[in-house]
């Protein structure tokens, strides 16, 4: 993982406002209370393969994901890291390593070349929770995102085969992050075989075939900006008969 110079995006106090609102957690905000925020945030575009957050570090930031994905990593000195989550636009991640003033206990990756997350200080948080009941409220919103999010990983490594497994990472991609296009769900946001493959758990040349023939079938394309689920329930097929 690599920890290069960041390239923070110039924005306007509206423009991170507008990135606020985007999240669950500032959802029903005030205008007021989104501009205290906003003076305590900074957009900012990671490369592929950055370390926002890095495991064992002092947690001081959380950040809103705003463009792409950032993969949730967890290390071990005697295995491959793994990826035990992924989270997209709108979604929250750090935040239960602020709630416990403690360190993180995990590694937030940037997780596709498209990326860019508005990093927020912890005390804009902090301090307001004792004080706003709404926003302690959307606090427990992101948690149960987190634990929704942690148990498709359980699922997919709890599948008896790889077929059942890509096909419960594609469907609950396309519930979080997709959009309806004429009887197919388009999921904006890149992503690589080799990702894929360490999602799973599986050999890369496993993957690219398999998805050769899901293409061929008609039922998921894999293009370079978008995943497109053009048979969904070809989809949920798989997942329920692998």
Not at 24 to 39: C, D, K, S
Not at 55 to 82: C, K, M, N, S, W
Not at 178 to 203: C, F, H, K, M, N
Request: glycine share 6%; with cysteine.
């Amino acid at each position: 993982m690599t920890r290069a110079v960041l390239k923070w995006i110039e924005a306007t106090p509206s423009e991170r406002v507008a990135d606020l609102r985007q999240s669950t957690l500032y959802a029903r905000a005030t205008e007021a209370q989104l501009l205290a925020v906003a003076e305590r945030a900074r957009r900012v575009r990671l490369p592929l393969g950055y370390e926002l957050f890095r495991f064992g570090e002092p947690a001081t930031q959380f950040a809103i994901v705003l463009v792409g994905l950032v993969e949730i990593h967890r290390y071990a000195p005697d295995r491959e890291d793994a990826i035990l989550g992924l989270f997209g636009p709108t979604d929250t991640v750090g935040l239960p390593a602020i709630l416990e003033r403690g360190h993180y206990p995990i590694s937030v990756v940037a997780g596709t070349r498209s990326c860019e997350v508005l990093t927020v200080e912890a005390a804009a948080l902090l301090d307001r929770m004792p004080e706003d009941a709404q926003l302690s409220m959307a606090v427990t919103q992101v948690l149960l995102e987190h634990i929704r999010a942690l148990r498709t990983k359980i699922d997919i490594l709890s599948c008896a085969n790889l077929s059942r497994g890509l096909a419960t990472l594609f469907l609950d991609l396309g519930r979080r992050f997709g959009r309806a296009e004429q009887g197919q769900i388009v999921v904006p946001i890149e992503l690589s075989r080799t990702r894929l493959a360490q999602i799973l758990g599986a050999r890369e040349e496993t993957v690219i075939r398999m998805l050769g023939r899901w293409r061929d079938a008609g039922w998921v394309t894999l293009e370079r900006q978008r995943l497109v689920l053009a048979d969904p329930q070809a989809v949920s097929k798989l997942r329920a008969e692998g």
